[in-house]
């Protein structure tokens, strides 16, 4: 398996593999509109958007979006919020996201990145256990409900200074 930045021409696929993932975990309520986000995010240059491959198949994604463009879990410079974790369903359970995570957080060491942030979904199990595994904690003062119904888990990580 190779990970690598995404190509432009390749923004498409990686809306799709975001929305199948999210669709086969029944994490993705199509009356929240998050399906058009999901499908977009990064495809406008900012950030970066890493792609596990193998065999010229993608089988997931990851994005590392810095401060000002994070969302709402980043406060100021130095930080850097995770976005979009996904594993095509057919490569769930394979390591793929381990891999992802441990490479973008590489990146973000890259960036000079001091905090790293996500938030999650409470159901996101999987995903919430690769965190965990890490080294993320969770930051509850964060959380973060974009509607009543939707309530999103915040977890950081510290970033040692480049030595």
Do not use: C
Request: proline share 7%.
């Amino acid at each position: 398996m190779l990970i690598r930045d995404a190509l432009p021409s390749e923004m498409t696929k990686v809306g799709d593999i975001r929305v199948a993932a999210y669709l086969a975990g029944n994490h993705l309520d199509p009356s929240s509109g998050y399906e058009t986000r999901l499908r977009t995010l990064g495809a406008d240059g900012i950030g970066d958007v890493l792609l596990a491959v193998e065999a010229g198949a993608i089988l997931g994604t990851i994005m590392l979006q810095p401060w000002p463009a994070a969302g709402e879990v980043v406060t100021g410079p130095g930080e850097a919020e995770i976005r979009a974790l996904a594993v095509a369903p057919s490569a769930q359970r394979g390591g793929v996201g381990s891999a992802l995570l441990m490479a973008i957080i590489e990146r973000a060491r890259f960036r000079e990145v001091r905090h790293l942030v996500l938030l999650t979904q409470p159901d996101m199990t999987a995903a919430r256990s690769i965190y965990k595994r890490a080294g993320f904690v969770r930051l509850p003062e964060r959380d973060f409900s974009p509607r009543p119904e939707s309530p999103l888990l915040a977890y950081g990580m510290r970033l040692p200074a480049a030595g």
